[in-house]
């Protein structure tokens, strides 16, 4: 990959702009993780296969190992990061609540992008049937837990979120 | 009549009437269910159940011992340490759970050290080839390298268990992974240009993929000399493991039914979700702090040491850092390639170098699972019982000598103990071939062997008629047994787990049903099977030692901090762990803080594997525990009664009512009256009395700040009582106690496409006390997950040496949809004698039996035997149409 110099691009992640420096060709995994210190989006393949680098692009769950920096400008941007008050330890995601509580992270590497992508998930669909977020996470892979933890943290999150 | 309390095992408190004054012993420890079964037989009327928390049962429970410090058994009641349990038994969140959640957990990958360069591997084009010439020139000359290395012009770092292997190669390549350069630059991407633009000349040799090739006398030698100098005539590794107990010429004999056949396990990728990685760095003086994804700290550090001295750098010394690991399950038992050459690179530089592996890299240049093939025959007699099991093990073990090449020392275990055989013949052969070379995984050994006996079990039944569930109940281990090779059974729940799936099966109706209608026209068919497990359950001695130590040390504010050198990784240890301290000690587990694990501030720990973390970690925590205790109480036999004189007076200040007490203070204050719980201090016969209780930190820091003041910071090292076996003979008992387990499944052929999808599955498991259900539902539920993908999915492809499926796209591992079955869940009532609380290891039974109880299951609906991994609808079709 040749680089042509780096370009200034603004990114709205969080809620907040954030200015930074990167190539035209940058990933936006890579300028998350190595220009704005956002290691909670983990690399876990490069190729689009795991769900690792899960972020949502204006509400959509993207693979962001996919996605041009460049190209995400004008785009709102959320990562594990912007779930939970940085303020207050105990402010949670009810994701993360649940997460947490039901055992949902083992190794935890790929905690943050299955997060994401329920909360995608609970955004369009508050009442998931068990099979819909099963299908819904289908593209994650988990090595440690099996799943069964992580469905029923989402089963649980949902239902707080509802009530 | 009297009124008596009993605490079952896991914590509920019965308030009973009745006209016996104690429980009879053989009901301590047991369930609520087990006592209620009793208190009816007896006419013992049960007036109120409760979950227990105050402090006034504390001398019902009897779980935590001192009688290790003693060296004798049962000695627990004087140590002072018998406590109630809060924590351990809960289903409480892990420690480290909210860091997770929110992306605060640093891995490897997240790493970073001010001037850090990083470095890229240059790897082999070939399986097996001469290295005519390395041309480095142009990557030298690259804008941002700052070191290129090869064989040649560094020292020579020799590593392996067999030092058959080199950091960087000379001379030849043996397999496609193998690394002949190495750059370190300013940044990955100029590191990968570098490595690219380096030039190496070959002259291919020829090869050998298939190890029954590789055992012809005609094979290419892959080592044409072994550690020492001396020729080698074949490619078979100097190792010996085997067994032989028992006239196998009478068992056949004896037999009734003999069954044999030839079984097969392919290679598969641990497939950890953090990929492998590590940062190298050394000091002005010479010493390196290497920081990287390892399950064994401080062999790496012997390893690394070696490396060291061999790099001319006499009695400098490794400092192992191990950050959040992104799962291991067996990879970091070893020390890599990659990581000699990081530290090489480092050393060159004299700066810190990072080195990553990319998905694909790791797909096609980590050391996968070793593939096995088995040949097994068993025998039963009229009745029904086991004469005999011969098994004869060849291991395809790759260009060099990883841990893969030792799982024939832990397939004894299943070999001679998985179920009672009283004639056992084994043997097995390692072989090198230039495929790539493997190391450990999850079960190391087991699950490879228990999927030709479970399978060959199921023949038997087939031939004899007997059922299979029956064969295996008539020959079911039990407690008090010692195995064929030394094995000594001292807690034994598989008759339960064996009886449990059948219920939870149906098998009595369901498994004749499916074989009646196996000659339908139906084009789905359904057939349940099963399949059980031996496992090692108070770790696994593979090595001079297998002992696990720790550091407890209690602050001036009450908190806890632990330094213990194995790793967690994803398995629950430090759930397991902070839940035993603050049982075992009285704190909450708030306060209990696990350091990351470090050579230099932890004590020495053999590793995390074979299932040991929780087992090995609480059990050193409660020697620790015990000699904290000890002190702390012995400190208040003088102190305490000041502090409770202080107490009263601010008591007196604050609150008018406050009625100071009458009693002797300090005649109260004498060493068996104390106790902590929930951080406090108090007096066991005043418990309920503010005044005489005292926060813990307020103790340890009158402690602290005397005259000749103390601290409380205590080591302590587990060694369990096991025996290191001669594997040549295969004799000694290697573990401390046995896990056992029963895994069932309900399955259904399309015997159109051949697809088989599991309708759902039990799993049975006997591991003592369950330590933190969630947790061990993680571990059993994640095992399954793992041995279904073994079972059905798994296998890395290679083509003459070069592996041909390095992504997820190719190698598939089940997902929440392929997962999308019940589980039921089942412990055995156990209680093991040398585990914590009772407990014994549960880290890789989920994976071990999964495989063969769903080809038994495929057998019973279709009539089909497939004997090697994984089972996929190509092989279902082709067994089908031959059916």
């Not at chain 1, 983990?42 to 693979?63: E, F, S």
């Not at chain 2, 089942?826 to 495989?851: M, R």
């Amino acid at each position: 990959m040749k680089s042509t110099g780096k370009r200034i691009l603004k990114l709205s992640i969080n809620g907040t702009v954030h200015e930074c420096a990167a190539e035209p060709q940058a990933l936006l995994l890579d300028v998350l993780r190595n220009e704005l210190g956002l290691f909670g989006t983990k690399r876990g393949c490069d190729m689009g296969t795991c769900g690792c680098c899960n972020v949502l692009v204006d509400g959509q769950v993207q693979m962001s190992c996919l996605l041009l920096a460049h190209d995400m400008t004008g785009k709102e941007i959320e990562t594990i990061e912007g779930l939970f008050d940085v303020g207050d330890p105990r402010g949670l995601h009810p994701l993360q609540r649940a997460w947490a509580e039901h055992g949902g992270s083992q190794c935890g590497f790929c905690t943050p992008g299955f997060v994401m992508t329920a909360k995608a998930l609970l955004t369009e669909e508050p009442d998931p049937s068990e099979e819909r977020i099963r299908e819904a996470l289908s593209g994650n892979v988990c090595r440690c837990t099996g799943y069964k933890k992580i469905v029923e943290a989402v089963q649980s999150a949902a239902a707080e979120i509802r009530s | 009549m009297m009124v008596g309390t009993w605490v079952d095992r896991r914590n509920l408190r019965l308030e009973c009437q009745s006209h016996l004054g104690h429980l009879p012993a053989h009901l301590r420890r047991r369930t609520r269910y087990h006592l209620i079964g009793w208190f009816k037989r007896e006419g013992v009327a049960v007036i109120r159940e409760e979950r227990s928390m105050s402090s006034d049962t504390l001398k019902l429970d009897e779980d935590i011992r001192g009688r290790k410090e003693e060296g004798k058994p049962d000695e627990g009641k004087e140590s002072g340490v018998q406590r109630e349990r809060r924590y351990v038994g809960a289903d409480r969140p892990r420690p480290e759970a909210p860091d997770k959640v929110t992306g605060k957990t640093l891995y490897i990958h997240d790493l970073t050290r001010p001037g850090m360069l990083w470095g890229k591997i240059k790897h082999s084009e070939h399986a097996h080839a001469r290295i005519k010439s390395i041309d480095t020139s142009r990557a030298e000359a690259l804008d941002g390298v700052r070191a290129v290395l090869t064989g040649y012009n560094t020292p020579e770092v020799r590593i392996g268990f067999l030092r058959d292997n080199f950091a960087l190669k000379r001379d030849k390549v043996r397999q496609y992974r193998d690394e002949v350069a190495a750059v370190a630059a300013i940044s990955p991407e100029i590191a990968q240009q570098a490595v690219d633009l380096i030039e190496v000349e070959y002259e291919p040799l020829p090869a050998v993929f298939d190890p029954v090739e590789a055992l012809e006398p005609s094979a290419p030698l892959i080592h044409e000399r072994d550690a020492l100098g001396r020729p080698r005539e074949d490619n078979v590794l100097a190792m010996e493991c085997g067994h032989e107990s028992g006239d196998l010429a009478a068992a056949r004999e004896r037999a009734r039914w003999i069954a044999e056949g030839n079984y097969r396990v392919p290679v598969i990728q641990q497939a950890c979700m953090g990929t492998a990685g590590c940062i190298a760095e050394f000091d002005a003086r010479g010493n390196l702090t290497f920081t990287g994804k390892t399950q064994i700290p401080f062999l790496a550090q012997k390893d690394f040491n070696q490396a060291l001295k061999a790099m001319g750098l006499i009695g400098n010394n490794a400092r192992v850092v191990v950050p959040a690991l992104g799962g291991a399950f067996g990879t970091g038992l070893d020390t890599h390639c990659y990581e000699y050459i990081t530290i090489l690179l480092a050393h060159r530089t004299g700066r810190p170098v990072k080195m990553l592996m990319s998905r694909e890299e790791e797909f096609a240049y980590l050391s996968p699972r070793q593939s096995a093939r088995v040949h097994i025959e068993q025998g039963i007699d009229e009745d029904g019982r086991l004469t005999h099991r011969k098994i004869h093990v060849l291991q395809d073990n790759g260009a060099y000598a990883s841990w893969g090449a030792t799982f024939p020392t832990v397939m004894l275990l299943p070999v001679t103990s998985l179920y009672k055989v009283p004639v056992v013949h084994y043997t097995s052969q390692c072989v090198y071939t230039n495929n790539t070379y493997c190391q450990a995984m999850r079960g190391y050994g087991n699950p490879e062997v228990t999927w030709a006996i479970e399978c060959n079990l199921d023949e038997l039944a087939e031939q004899s008629g007997l059922d299979a569930l029956e064969l295996r109940k008539r020959n079911c281990n039990e407690p008090g047994e010692v195995t064929p090779m030394g094995g000594k059974v001292t807690s034994c729940g598989l008759m339960e787990c064996l009886e449990v799936t059948g219920k939870q099966l149906a098998w009595e109706e369901k498994r004749p049903a499916s074989q009646a209608a196996r000659a339908s026209d139906s084009v789905r068919k359904r057939g349940v099977g099963l399949a059980s497990l031996i496992h090692v359950g108070g770790s696994g001695r593979i090595y001079r030692s297998d002992a696990s130590g720790i550091i407890l040390k209690v602050d001036d504010f009450g908190n806890v901090n632990v330094s213990y050198g194995g790793v967690e990784m994803g398995q629950g240890l430090h759930a397991a762990l902070s839940a035993a301290i603050a049982d075992g000690l009285g704190v909450t587990p708030d306060k209990v803080f696990i350091n990351a694990t470090d050579t230099a501030t932890c004590p020495w720990d053999v590793g995390t594997h074979a299932s040991r973390g929780a087992f090995m970690a609480c059990n050193a925590a409660l020697l620790s525990i015990a000699k904290i205790r000890e002190r702390l109480l012995a400190f208040c036999a003088e102190g305490f009664a000041e502090l409770l004189r202080k107490n009263i007076q601010t008591l007196s200040k604050k609150d008018a009512s406050f009625e100071p007490p009458t009693i002797d203070i300090d005649a109260a204050c004498r060493p068996d009256n104390f106790d902590i719980l929930d951080n406090q201090v108090f007096l066991r016969d005043q418990a309920h009395e503010p005044w005489a209780r005292v926060e813990l930190g307020k103790v340890l820091r009158a402690m602290h700040f005397r005259q000749g003041g103390d601290m409380l910071t205590e080591p302590a090292f587990y060694d369990p009582p096991s025996d290191l076996p001669d594997w040549r003979r295969g004799i000694g008992n290697m573990s401390a106690t046995y896990t056992y387990g029963t895994q069932g499944v309900e399955i259904e052929v399309d015997t159109e496409t051949g697809v088989v999808t599991i309708l759902r599955m039990v799993s049975a498991l006997d591991c003592g006390t369950v330590l933190n259900p969630k947790a061990l539902q993680g571990q059993v539920i994640g095992g399954i997950a793992q041995g279904v993908g073994y079972a059905l999915y798994e296998e890395v492809k290679m083509q003459e040496g070069r592996i041909t499926n390095p992504s997820f796209t190719d190698y598939k591992i089940p997902t929440a949809h392929e997962m999308n079955f019940p589980i039921h869940l089942h412990y055995a009532d156990t209680y093991d004698p040398e585990g914590p609380f009772g407990s014994k290891g549960a880290g890789e039974p989920g994976l071990v039996p999964t495989a063969p109880a769903i080809m038994n299951a495929i057998t019973n609906a279709c009539g089909i035997r497939i004997r090697s991994l994984p089972i996929t609808p190509e092989k279902v079709l082709a067994a089908l149409k031959q059916r």
